[in-house]
């Protein structure tokens, strides 16, 4: 990024708007909704933002953030959340984050997803590979379903993500050997 304000002073923002709980919340939330705490949909935003940016000063909120984002996905059952878009988290973007600094991987939600993506590997076709239909795949609703999965669950953009967290969790000194076993 080097010094370029424009590109350096929206991450700075970015990060001084986070709240005290690791995540954001919108302003029209707060003025409309009178929501008090942070919304998992705009933290899991934010934290795409700050990861991709690549610079690893941002990683003291990415950490805080991914606090956050597991603390919401603890409070869920556990079988609910085998979809890939879930109450405000694009999950599969989320482990591939998770994975990738080795953070949440002792969780019992985190374990639980990464083990069902893996179980998704179909070995005749040599990639992984989604069979449910789209509507189960989301919790946004039959029209939610259609253009919130978009290259989410073709088996290419699957295989391509997947393996990369995959790995990720090799790589990783913090994956469990639970885990560890299904790779």
């Not at 424009?6 to 005290?20: C, N, S």
């Not at 029209?28 to 933002?49: D, I, N, Q, W």
Request: some cysteine.
């Amino acid at each position: 990024m080097g010094s370029d304000p424009r590109l350096t002073k929206p991450f700075d923002l970015l990060v001084a708007w986070q709240r005290k709980d690791g995540g954001w919340v919108l302003q029209k939330h707060l003025e409309e909704r009178f929501k008090t705490r942070s919304c998992p949909s705009s933290s899991h935003g934010a934290a795409v933002a700050l990861y991709q940016s690549g610079h690893r000063e941002y990683e003291p909120a990415l950490r805080k953030v991914f606090s956050f984002l597991i603390g919401h996905l603890t409070l869920k059952d556990p079988q609910e959340m085998c979809r890939f878009i879930f109450r405000g988290h694009n999950l599969l973007q989320e482990m591939l984050m998770f994975s990738d600094l080795g953070i949440g991987l002792d969780t019992q939600p985190v374990q639980k997803y990464l083990e069902w993506l893996l179980s998704l590997y179909n070995p005749q076709r040599g990639c992984f590979h989604y069979s449910g239909s789209m509507q189960d795949a989301t919790d946004l609703g039959p029209g939610g379903a259609k253009y919130g999965l978009f290259q989410l669950i073709d088996d290419e953009w699957l295989t391509y993500r997947i393996t990369r967290i995959a790995a990720n969790l090799m790589r990783s000194s913090s994956t469990p050997e639970r885990l560890r076993g299904s790779i």
